[in-house]
């Protein structure tokens, strides 16, 4: 029973496993589908736009200084916040009720 609270869910960087190492729990009941992106664009695209307003506003500079400044923290904003989310679904999966393995 030990291995089981190890819950080593993720598989890389944004990858699920398909069933528990330990157990062999088929994961695709927790299957959470674009719920949780449509979650991350809405929350990183608005911290990244009102930070990109706010820049506007104040210095006014050239559209390159914006693609410079905006681009790579889209990218890093939703990676991060993509790998969290994958680990809120897990831990949220783990709180209900888990179909057993017959057998």
């Known amino acids: 029973m030990p291995a089981l609270r190890q819950r080593q869910i993720v598989h890389g960087f944004l990858n699920l496993r398909p069933n528990c190492a330990a157990c062999g729990l088929d ?9 949780p992106a449509i979650f991350i664009i809405m929350i990183a695209g608005a911290i ?5 307003l706010i820049v506007e ?16 923290l889209i990218l890093v904003d ?13 831990r949220a999966g783990s709180s209900t009720t888990r179909p057993r393995k017959a057998g």
């Open 27 to 35: 994961y695709a009941f927790i299957d959470a589908g674009d719920g």
């Open 78 to 90: 939703h990676a991060a916040a993509a790998r969290g989310d994958e680990v809120a679904v897990d």
């Open 57 to 72: 506003i104040k210095y006014q500079p050239p559209y390159w200084v914006h693609a410079v400044l905006w681009l790579p």
């Open 48 to 52: 990244v736009v009102g930070c990109a």
